[in-house]
């Protein structure tokens, strides 16, 4: 073996370890923040967690976060009513009626611009919106912003989804008499179901795990209640108000929360991987 | 036949009107940031806004230079980290990485970006930060520290691990796995021919990727970084914690310092008038910035030029 050979294998060694450590590297920060938010967020969880609105600081044990559960769970699941239908319906506008229209071209555009905003800025500007001109916080306000955060990422993968469906099938149906919409309703969506699903599911991961949207708009609220017209607490907007507080309980309340949250949005990331595996095309 | 000609007509207008609802908002934003940021662009003149360093909350004269300093500061720092690394991680998933585990090891990265920032902003403040207060902050003082003219940068100021340092790395962490699947699908579009021939000319595998695959996807790979410096220039919980929202000149990277979005985060719900337009104008400026970048990221991966 020639000197040069031997340098270029020694090169082609080292270059591919480092790379090699580039992968462990992230594997090794993923593992270490599970670890953390599973060891701290285990010694903090109790029924109380679920059971127990806040208590002031002082008081011992540090009550739970009912209200945060409650609302964080009745804003997701009115964003995911509001938004859902408008990103499929407009998903499907996209790839069916509007497929080689100008205009679809842009609405794509524009729905990615949307899906890329700052969240904070979407929160801005719900709270200029529902906010400022109905005198306070609500969890509508917070309902909304999420919404907008899912109708993007839902309307995208819907588009992507459906165009996936090869051409001819719905050839086939409409030469046997189907009109358009029958074709998407009974054709194309059922075929196409688990990839729809897939952005379903990431799409509330994404709003299930937003903070910076909701801290303008639902902001927290110590005390339990169903309505969403009054300010309303968040798993996450609690997070972050508990973590930065001087108050041991609070931050001992703040690592459960991670902990829920955590669980949760991993939990929906893999079932929208499940989907996306018995995907047909 | 004509009930059904009604129902399709119907939903060709339901899925229309439900594509239109995305550009309603999108064009509502941008009217609602201008109209809200109007009242200080106009007091301060937009350029005197960019430019101005004051943030003085008796006298309300509030500019932009040091958030937006910070933010751009964070997010490049956070680029120069989270690129080779990214990267490095792109080639060991397409070129090295066994088939048995490799799902789980793109799985694995893929995760780290499902989780929600403020579990990073948690962590960070909690985990990482007195970490790397502890044995990064001394190790960089001491070899980067006495350097003439630039040393003074590196040198600790403040204690508590809240600083534009720790704020970079979070943020780097979080746009990892980000960059990595980008570059990880330019990648397996390099086609296999060109791969095959570099190999039969007798290249080793890291010759082959880096004379053949890696200047194959130049395009999409400065996309992928560029897009990922759009998400860091907008992230807020994870920075907000860590940057410490001071707004004073920044002596060195393990200084507290403010952004954008840690102003904001900070100090919108307590903001009124002339200081609440300010920061819809600071939330204008992220909106104009993150378009752009949109655009720039989206021509470079498809492989077009930008101009």
Not at chain 2, 180 to 191: G, H, I
């Amino acid at each position: 073996m020639t000197k040069n050979v031997r340098k270029r294998r020694i090169k082609n060694l080292l270059a591919l370890s480092l790379c090699s450590l580039c992968a462990l590297f992230g594997l090794t920060i993923l593992g270490w923040i599970l670890f953390d938010v599973a060891v701290e967020g285990w010694k903090a969880l109790s029924p109380k967690l679920f059971l127990k609105d806040p208590a002031p600081p002082g008081v011992m044990g540090g009550g739970g976060l009912k209200s945060a559960f409650l609302g964080q769970g009745l804003m997701t699941l009115t964003a995911a009513v509001m938004g859902i239908p408008i990103g499929i319906l407009g998903g499907t506008f996209l790839a069916e009626y509007g497929r080689n229209l100008k205009v679809s071209a842009i609405v794509a555009n524009l729905s990615d611009l949307a899906a890329s905003t700052p969240s904070i800025v979407i929160g801005a500007f719900v709270h200029a919106l529902l906010v400022a001109p109905f005198g306070g916080f609500s969890g509508w306000a917070g309902s909304v912003a999420l919404a907008i955060i899912i109708i993007p990422l839902v309307l995208r993968t819907t588009d992507e989804t459906l165009r996936l469906v090869p051409w001819n099938l719905r050839e086939a149906a409409l030469s046997l008499g189907a009109s358009y919409h029958q074709v998407i309703w009974s054709i194309i969506y059922r075929s196409s179901l688990s990839g729809l699903l897939t952005g379903v599911v990431l799409a509330l991961a994404r709003a299930a795990g937003e903070t910076a949207p909701l801290l303008f708009t639902s902001f927290n609220n110590n005390s339990f209640n169903w309505s969403l017209s009054s300010p309303t607490a968040s798993l996450t907007v609690s997070i972050y108000q508990y973590a930065a507080s001087p108050y041991e309980s609070w931050i001992k309340l703040a690592w459960a929360a991670a902990l829920v949250v955590t669980v949760l949005n991993l939990g929906l990331n893999l079932t929208a991987r499940l989907f996306l595996k018995s995907r047909k095309y | 036949m004509t009930s059904s000609k009604y129902k399709n007509l119907i939903f060709l207008l339901l899925t229309a009107l439900a594509s239109l609802v995305i550009v309603v908002v999108v064009i509502l934003i941008a009217i609602t940031l201008i109209k809200e940021s109007y009242p200080a662009l106009v007091r301060y003149g937009p350029l005197k806004f960019l430019f101005s360093r004051q943030w003085d909350y008796s006298k309300e004269i509030y500019g932009a230079l040091r958030p937006l300093a910070g933010t751009v500061l964070s997010s490049f720092l956070a680029l120069a980290a989270a690129w080779p690394l990214s990267i490095g991680a792109a080639i060991f998933l397409t070129e090295l990485c066994p088939r048995r585990i490799k799902s789980v090891v793109a799985s694995g990265l893929e995760l780290l970006a499902a989780i929600p920032s403020v579990i990073y902003g948690l962590w960070g403040l909690m985990v990482m930060a007195p970490f790397l207060e502890k044995y990064v902050q001394p190790a960089i003082e001491f070899v980067l520290g006495d350097l003439p003219i630039i040393g003074s940068f590196f040198q600790s100021r403040s204690a508590g691990g809240v600083n534009l340092f720790s704020a970079s790395c979070v943020l780097s962490l979080m746009i990892l796995p980000f960059i990595t699947s980008l570059a990880r699908e330019a990648f397996d579009k390099t086609p296999p021919e060109l791969k095959e021939s570099a190999q039969a000319l007798g290249a080793t595998k890291w010759e082959t990727v880096y004379d053949v695959v890696i200047p194959n996807s130049r395009s999409a790979l400065a996309g992928a970084v560029v897009m990922a410096l759009g998400r860091a220039l907008g992230e807020t919980m994870a920075v907000a914690y860590l940057i410490g929202n001071r707004h004073a000149s920044l002596d060195s990277i393990f200084s507290p310092y403010a952004t954008i979005t840690s102003v904001m985060a900070n100090e919108f719900n307590e903001a009124e008038g002339i200081r609440m337009s300010t920061l819809f104008a600071l939330a204008l400026v992220l909106m104009l910035s993150n378009s752009v970048i949109l655009i720039i990221s989206k021509r470079l991966i498809a492989g077009r030029r930008i101009a």
